[in-house]
């Protein structure tokens, strides 16, 4: 199978407790936790990205703490792959797409934290690059916005960037359906 599973930033500063909590971070996680399982039976290479912040003033993932850490619930085995980065693109100075390359990955599946910002940016680099994606939606989690003075709640959020990652930059499903049609 040709096929890797990148999970983006699950890290503890998006918990219950953490620096940034997001909307629906623990149900993601469990939905995670199913997919990563699924995958490993059917020997996906699993990546798990992790950001670290590296402007002075932010005020989450900041290095040293354990908000960067990726939660417990999902830990990496031996064979996993690791990535540190330090921009919501995955890919942006990371060796991610050699990683892929080296193991002959062609399609990818993603899943992660905040759908609005890495996980976009990451999924729209990954097209970009010729891979076939999916975005699994709910293993993904978000935040309410504010613009212009109007709240956007996080599930708007989250069916906006959807909807347009669907069809174009990948294939957006459940978690129940990526088990259930990828055998």
């Known amino acids: 199978m040709n096929t890797a599973f990148v999970i983006i930033d699950v890290q ?9 909590e997001l909307k629906g971070s623990l149900e993601a ?11 490993r039976e059917k020997s996906c290479k699993i990546i798990f990205i992790k ?6 003033t932010a005020t989450f993932f900041i290095n040293g703490t354990t908000g960067i850490e990726i939660h ?3 830990q990496s085995e031996e064979n996993d792959e690791i990535i540190l980065k330090k921009y919501p693109n995955s890919f942006r100075e990371t060796d991610l797409n050699e990683i892929l390359n080296r ?17 976009d940016t990451t999924v729209r680099a990954a097209f970009d690059l010729g891979y076939n994606s999916i975005l ?4 993904c989690a978000t935040l309410d916005l504010t613009y212009k003075n109007e709240m ?10 959807f909807a347009a990652l669907n069809g174009t930059f990948c294939k957006t499903i459940t978690s129940e359906d990526f088990i259930n049609e990828y055998q």
């Open 12 to 20: 503890n500063d998006y918990f219950p407790g953490g620096r940034k």
């Open 29 to 39: 996680l469990e939905k995670i936790q199913k997919v990563i399982k699924h995958c």
């Open 51 to 56: 950001h670290i912040a590296i402007k002075p």
């Open 72 to 74: 417990k619930g999902i």
């Open 103 to 119: 193991n002959h990955i062609t399609d990818l599946v993603f899943a992660g934290m905040m759908t609005h910002m890495c996980v």
């Open 136 to 139: 699994i939606s709910d293993c």
């Open 152 to 161: 956007i709640k996080a599930k708007d959020v989250q069916n906006t960037f």
